[in-house]
């Protein structure tokens, strides 16, 4: 075991505000000219541009609406464009729940600066000051109702193609509009609800040809012989080959390269590689493996005062996969001298990065200048599944096919087993309490691969296939962003309760037989659950209400503020406090990487031979709220996933392969199973806004953990809470009494 420090961000896990410049809002740092981010090419339009993903998460209508009201437009004359290396900003990865800081904050302040120089050349033109006149969808109008102009016709494209200067501000909250206002319609919904193309998966381009790639059951597994023995002739027009252990099938049609890739797939042999842990017991694996470990806080004293109540707990999540409904797709064309890809990546500059290493060792490597990404929606995925990977295979079928577009998408199977997945994780709580109730020491240390592989963040391309060639490139460690980029294993680690003494130890492990990196909330999801099923034992040890044991141990007003509103607000909460045998009620809160969203949830369950969670409400204050209806979806979005995962969610694997590689193995929520759930937004205009995306995941991951207990009696500390773990912590119970 090494023990290194808690070093700065790695470039690319947030905007690097250290580079000389005047600091400039959001993206805008490191994007500072308006016509990144603007475009007035046609009468009557505005042209906005992103580098962030749309996901699902609604990021285009909420963009759409900031860049509507700054401008005082009908959202209507908005034209926002989808990601493209093309064009418009690189703003990195979509993630962390970022996209409204860094993207939103941008375009307001771009639109800012727009407004204010299309004001001020009206008042030069009809010789008055710029605040007595107002815009109108538009038009400049002056106080007597005379229209000025508009945005077309005082400020030319090439007015654009300068730095934001930061002399215009936006609107305070009171001339707002739109924002926190508004109810519009998704701009990406109506397509998704009526089944028209809009997905990458219903992309078809002309000439195109269908690839599928073959991999082997582990990382490090060997391609025995090719081509196989038996294999026989080929149709026409369909073109196999092995480029180590990258296998790849190209036909003119699906059902062509699906039949060709069944028949190869049956034939071919794989020499294993190292054996894979042992899958029930994850807790000694994770202890015991090689790491390097990090002290990311150590404020006060190390040890536990002798003289004080102890609490020890472990708790430990499987590992997850994205176990996204549509699996990973990609397009790709090569004519020679351009490279165009088309991708659900959720960083398409990072992925045309890590393309240029990847091809850097071809007889002609291509260029980054000559390859264009585009983003395509695709099925919703929060982290780093198999689009990068899918993409780099498509590049590969491509340039074997020059003129051709080839389009692959993976199976299920591949999906469940070859994407990158979240990391398994332990945690380790111990805490003191003095004799008057208070907590006074307080440790966290957990063991957990890194939480990011995501690609352009290493000096080796972080896709699948290029590890895979007969001149491979191996695969990047994951690693995980420091506290001061969001963590990762480490995210939310450290309490938010006031406690004087607090240490936390990271052990990040430095083996991978498993492929990790960023999935949704990160470590997070582990540690707000960790840590807020402990407060409830330490509570219910104490002889205390686990509401008033965390009132005790907070001063911030937002977070008791999340608390008050979610259990005061609930139809059932106060209700449901002398529920039937085998229900339970439970509370789980946290501040998202402790400078995001925060986020309090509640949960009721009804206990059996499973678990059932019937009812979740949730506070949420992302201070200033864009979309409310986004904020309610993304809220809703992450408590049904957390919900999933808790319940039924881990990767299961023998020591020769993943064998979770369907639904029936790998299960998820059903629709039927999805509980009644509730949101309570908190508003407020005049704070900085805040990401919803990831908030929910851990607490109501403890929400449901702490009904779960009260309902069962037993405390179940290792996830998920399917039939399994409830009858292994009952026993363990038993044995105790």
Known sequence: MSIVPDTAAPRGFAIDRGNGRPQRPGSLHVNPRLSQWLGLAEAGVVDAYTGKAELGQGILTALRLIVADELDLAPERVRLHPASTAHGPDEGVTSGSLSIQDSGGALRHACAELRGLALERAAARAGTDASALHIDDGRIVAADGTVLGDYWSLVASGDLDAEYTGRHVPKPAAQRRLIGRARPLRVDLADKVHGRPRYLHDLRLPGLRHGRVLRGPTLDATLAAFPPAGLGPLPAGVDVWADGRFVA??????????????????????????????????????????????????????????????????????????????????????????????????????????????????????????????????????????????????????????????????????????????????????????????????????????????????????????????????????????????GGAQRNAIPAYDVPNVQVIHHRLTVMPLRTSAMRALGAYANVYAIECFMDEIAQALGVEPLALRRRHLQDPRALAVLEAVTQRSAWWAASVGDAEGMGRGLGWARYKSTGAWCAAIARVEVGTSVRVTHLDLAVDVGMVVDVDGVINQIEGGAVQATSWTLKEQVRFDRERITSDGWESYPVLRFSEVPEVVVHVIDRPDEPPLGAGEAAQGPVAAAVGNAVSRALGVRVRALPLDAEQLLQAVHAAEVVS
């Open 249 to 486: 099938v190209v036909a003119a049609d699906e059902a062509t390269a699906d039949r060709i890739a069944a028949r190869l797939r049956a034939r071919l042999a794989w020499l294993p590689g190292a054996p894979l842990p042992e899958a029930h017991a994850l807790p000694a694996y994770l202890r015991s493996a090689p790491c390097e470990t990090t002290h990311p806080l150590q404020r006060g004293d190390e040890g536990l005062p002798e003289d004080s109540r102890h609490f020890r707990a472990e708790y430990v999540k499987p590992y997850l996969a994205h176990a996204s409904i549509g699996p990973s797709c990609a397009i790709a064309s090569w004519n020679g001298a351009t490279l165009e890809v088309w991708t659900h990546s959720q960083g398409i500059h990072n992925l045309r990065d890590d393309l240029v290493k990847a091809l850097a060792r071809e007889p002609q490597p291509v260029a980054r200048e000559a390859i264009v990404v585009h983003h395509v929606e695709g099925a919703g995925c929060y982290g780093h599944n198999g689009a990068d990977d899918v993409a780099f295979d498509a590049v590969l079928m491509a340039l074997r096919c020059p003129g051709a577009p080839v389009r692959v998408v993976w199976s299920r199977p591949d999906e469940l087993t070859h994407s990158p997945l979240g990391s398994a994780h332990l945690v380790e709580l111990r805490a003191a309490v003095d004799a008057s109730g208070r907590i006074t020491h307080w440790q966290h240390e957990l063991w957990a691969h890194g939480y990011s592989s995501r690609p352009g963040r290493a000096k080796t391309p972080a896709l699948r296939a290029a590890a895979e060639r007969a001149d491979a490139m191996p695969l990047p460690l994951p690693i995980d962003p420091p506290l001061a980029a969001g």
